[in-house]
């Protein structure tokens, strides 16, 4: 079974910061099925990356995600007001399951 | 205007069952593979099932197999989650998402479900 190890558990930042989140694997898979997504308290996740580094439809380009293997990291380049939410990796492949990493908090310093 | 609205949660005892709807709008239902997530309070994400294309095409989370049983009617644009024998700890925030080949790219707002005696 597939384990996704995010980190850190929260980061405390200040707007215009560079922020660095991780996601780690128990195994090896194809950058293909690493999909990132936003979540803010009351509501529903975002989808922000798929495919490690693509980014969704409206998502600004001070979002990068990058990796292979088993280490993915997601780069927000100067943080906004809005950027400060729960960031959750997940492993989309092409057959379930679908396993999401147990999320990072990024909370304004 | 893509959307799924999720309804039919509520409080519920252990042991009994429950069915959640949710109702797409903004594009073809029919194309479209459709999940269930499910977040416990304070807790992360957790994939439940998926439903494709061919409604026989089914896939379920190794904590709810045996339980939960995911439907679609494509004539009215809807998925269904029906949860049988509840337990406490599928207690959770129930979100529908549609699912592409590489994500989850659209999601309702959530429709919470409580199981306690």
């Known amino acids: 079974e597939l384990v996704l190890t995010q980190s850190p558990a929260t980061l405390s930042l200040s707007p215009g910061e560079r922020a660095t989140l991780s996601c780690r694997a128990s195994q090896s898979f194809s950058s293909r099925y690493l999909v990132w997504y936003l979540q803010k308290p009351g509501q529903a996740p975002r989808l922000l990356i798929y495919g490690t580094s693509t980014r969704a439809t409206g998502i600004p380009d001070r979002f990068t995600g990058s990796g292979s293997g088993t280490d993915f990291t997601l780069t927000i380049s100067r943080l906004e007001p809005e950027d400060f939410a729960v960031y959750y990796c997940?492993?989309?492949?092409?057959?379930?399951?679908?396993?999401f990493g147990q999320g990072t908090k990024l909370e304004i310093k | 205007q893509v959307q799924l609205v999720e309804s039919g949660g509520g409080v519920v005892q252990p042991g009994k069952s429950l069915t959640l709807s949710c109702e797409a709008s903004?594009?073809?239902?029919?194309?479209?593979?459709m999940h269930w997530v499910r977040q416990s309070p304070g807790k992360g994400l957790e994939w439940v099932a998926v439903i494709w294309y061919a409604e026989d095409n089914k896939s379920y989370a190794d904590s709810v197999k045996g339980r939960f049983t995911i439907s679609r009617d494509n004539s009215k644009n809807t998925l269904y989650l029906q949860m049988n024998t509840l337990r406490v700890e599928d207690t959770a925030v129930y979100f529908c998402?549609?699912?592409?080949?590489?994500?989850?790219?659209?999601w309702g707002q959530g429709t919470t479900v409580t199981v306690s005696s």
């Open positions: 998402s549609r699912g592409l080949l590489d994500s989850m790219d659209v």
């Open positions: 997940q492993h989309y492949p092409g057959s379930p399951p679908y396993t």
């Open positions: 903004g594009f073809t239902f029919s194309n479209y593979g």
